[in-house]
């Protein structure tokens, strides 16, 4: 299921009610602001200005070690064997309570907290022991120049109605500022993979000059080693081609190559710290969270606040393609209605869901030439597009039948076969 995301590309100071938008940053990267200027462009008492980017509020002191006590029996409980919520890093657990529960204390004073209390700390240490320490040569690259694309995929997770599912999660990230967009999906398909690109670049305002890449399916038909360039797929070889961008594949068993993009993906694991707690509707917001929170911290190796280096990077990007190549890529959802045929209508034609959702509004999607119905997160069934007005799966069509001629007299599956091939609307996926 493919939901629609909004990343934040701008920041803007207009007026007063703007000024709050300043205090994240001025938390998460310990950055001062000149207030003084401020109230000079805003013709207002320097006063004012420091008691809106406050809203209205005090400034608070220093949280002192002795607060994150009132935490003890909910850190202990979180970190237990019998909790299915993962913390891989102490600022994971950090932020978590930061953000759910009021935690009100520096993340440095935490990570203390944490390595004074030895029944905590050996949580983080077992974890620790799973991290790589590799190490590999640092690259920069030039604006406008490169960007690097990468899923992390597979990614167990439960909802919280206690299903549970794998998702993935895409990232695409410019070399230069380091702007990033995050998009969650149930599927890494190659058509969810050029709507999440095109996405991006959208959100970008133009396109990167280069692609680095892995050796992934939906990219690469033989991958690239040390002794072989490899084979671009066709279909993302025209899509690159659409967009105006190299492909560069990474040789394989090299991910130092895309390290810019591999050290985003560790942020993912704060989705962990959340097993159980979110539908997925909320578990796609939070990923938003994430990817705008990153966006507006100080990067720790270049200095910069993706956001606002952004705007400077957009003007060596290429140009986007045309509205009517992007239309092409983009993953749309339609609400459709099951009617007492159990069926739904696609351009005109109609498709069958199995009869326990006639009158239900279901989701649709079209991705890899194939209908996708989803009930929320729940695949329902997948149908290929076909110019046939009817269109039968054999077991929906039985159970349809079932439903008709409640008579243990009829051969109900016989029945059907033989209704279906006379209407000439079987449709067997296989």
């Keep these: 299921m493919i939901i ?85 890093y102490k600022r994971v657990l950090w932020q978590y309570l930061k953000d759910n529960y009021g935690l ?52 167990e997770f439960t909802l919280e109605d206690g299903e549970v599912i794998k998702i993935n999660v895409f990232v695409l990230i410019l070399s230069y500022s380091r702007f990033r967009v995050y998009r969650l999906s149930l599927s890494k398909k190659q058509d969810v993979l050029f709507s999440f690109m095109n996405d991006a670049f959208e959100t970008f305002g133009g396109v990167p000059k280069e692609i680095l890449t892995d050796n992934m399916k939906t990219v690469m038909d033989k991958p690239r080693t040390q002794y072989s360039k490899g084979t671009i797929n066709n279909k993302f070889e025209q899509f690159a081609s659409d967009y105006n961008f190299k492909v560069s594949p990474c040789i394989a068993g090299r991910p ?29 917001a939070l990923v938003d969270r994430l990817n705008n929170r990153k966006n507006n911290e100080f990067h720790p190796s270049t200095g910069k606040i993706p956001i606002l280096h952004l705007d400077n ?53 079209v991705y890899d030439n194939l209908i996708h119905i989803y009930c929320t997160t729940k695949l329902v069934t997948i149908h290929k597009i076909n110019s046939r007005k009817l269109n039968y799966h054999e077991q929906h069509y039985v159970e349809i039948a079932s439903l008709t001629f409640n008579d243990a007299r009829v051969d109900i599956e016989k029945m059907a076969k033989s209704n279906l091939q006379k209407i000439g609307a079987i449709y067997n996926n296989e």
């Design 4 to 88: 629609n995301a909004e990343i934040d590309a701008s920041l803007k100071i207009e007026n007063l009610f703007d000024l709050h938008k300043l205090k994240p940053f001025m938390e998460v990267n310990n950055m001062k602001v000149n207030k003084s200027q401020i109230a000079r462009e805003l013709d207002v008492d320097v006063r004012t200005v420091g008691k809106y980017i406050e809203g209205f509020k005090k400034s608070t002191t220093r949280a002192r070690e002795s607060k994150i006590d009132e935490y003890y029996d909910l850190i202990k409980e979180l970190l237990s064997e019998e909790s299915i919520q993962i913390f891989y």
């Design 104 to 155: 009100d204390c520096a993340q440095s004073s935490f990570r203390r907290y944490i390595s004074k209390h030895k029944e905590f700390d050996i949580y983080f240490k077992k974890r620790k022991s799973n991290i790589s320490n590799e190490t590999s040569m640092r690259f920069e690259s030039s604006i406008g120049e490169q960007a690097q694309l990468d899923w992390k995929e597979n990614m």
């Design 256 to 284: 130092n190559t895309k390290a810019k993009v591999e050290a985003p993906m560790k942020l993912l694991d704060e989705i962990l710290a959340y097993n159980g707690k979110l539908s997925y509707d909320q578990l796609n």
């Design 313 to 365: 990077e957009k003007d060596f990007l290429n140009e986007l393609p045309r509205e009517q190549i992007r239309n092409l890529h983009k993953i749309k959802t339609q609400r459709v209605k099951v009617n007492k045929q159990s069926m739904i209508t696609y351009k005109q034609n109609q498709y069958s869901v199995p009869p326990k959702y006639i009158g239900l509004t279901l989701q649709l999607q």
